[in-house]
């Protein structure tokens, strides 16, 4: 069945147009013509979707949910608040998804980008969530766009991985400190954090010479706690029992396999005070 039967696109109530259309198709024939509506309706969508991701990131660069509010005239408690209303998903993962696209079109210089728009809307949110780390680095998106039409998802995610050297999501063994790395960053209350949370793993890596995420980890840790115990002692003016309760504080706030005393910190998600690792740990 040809996609010129159907006229979706031109509609601006669709449900009408689809009743329309589809109450002249009855039995095997009514099949393909649901087929049809289906890929209409996404070519409706989609492309809606993509821009959306473009003009999220500017409000995430701009920092506009501060200045907004919602549709009973509150303001947003966070970041993370505005981007559930505004972008209808139910985790940070997913906005961090959608920003990394709209990231990697802002990159696009404005005469190609309505161009690489289409073609990402063209292959689907999903699988531009894979390739747009590929097409950021690169800017090949021509090459990745073409991949994403051809492979599955599982293919294309390999692709990029082995593109920029990175191990697959979801397959182990993951490289050493990995999984401590994505807790923290899962562990963040909104993009800001995440981000801040990158560029320190981006920066220990250079001035530790590691790539361990947990050798990053102590090492930024052994660094600050010199200059807290520094500052602690001037605000305990040499009492050596405000010292220790100092000292103690910042202890309960490190996950309890990094804490001698055992004792559990109510700082921390559940998941930083189990010993060892568990299969609930967030992947």
Not at 102 to 114: F, H, K, S, V
């Amino acid at each position: 069945m040809s996609a010129d039967w159907c006229w979706l696109t031109s509609e601006v109530d669709a449900g009408l147009a689809v009743v329309r259309f589809l109450a002249d198709f009855t039995g095997p024939d009514r099949a393909e013509a649901v087929h049809l509506v289906l890929k209409q309706l996404r070519q409706r969508t989609e492309p809606d979707r993509v821009l959306a991701c473009e003009l999220a990131w500017e409000a995430h660069t701009g920092g506009y949910w501060s200045q907004l509010r919602d549709d009973d005239q509150h303001p947003y408690e966070s970041e993370e608040t505005y981007f559930r209303d505004v972008l209808g998903v139910a985790s940070w993962r997913t906005a961090y998804k959608r920003l990394a696209i709209g990231r990697m079109l802002t990159a696009i210089a404005e005469a190609e980008r309505a161009l690489v728009r289409a073609a990402v809307a063209e292959v689907g949110l999903a699988k531009a969530t894979i390739i747009a780390p590929a097409i950021e680095r690169s800017g090949a998106w021509q090459a990745w766009v073409q991949l994403a039409r051809r492979m599955p998802a599982v293919t294309l995610q390999l692709r990029v991985s082995e593109a920029l050297q990175a191990s697959p999501r979801g397959r182990e063994p993951s490289p050493p400190g990995e999984r401590f790395r994505r807790s923290v960053l899962s562990a963040m209350p909104d993009i800001e954090a995440m981000e801040l949370v990158e560029r320190f793993f981006e920066l220990g890596e250079r001035v530790v010479g590691t790539d361990h995420p947990v050798g990053i980890f102590l090492a930024g840790c052994r660094e600050c706690l010199a200059d807290w115990e520094a500052h602690a002692g001037a605000q305990s003016r040499g009492n050596p029992i405000a010292r220790r309760a100092t000292v103690q504080g910042a202890t309960a706030a490190l996950p309890t396999w990094a804490n001698t005393s055992g004792e559990t910190s109510a700082c921390l998600p559940t998941w930083a005070n189990r010993v060892g690792n568990s299969a609930d740990d967030p992947a």
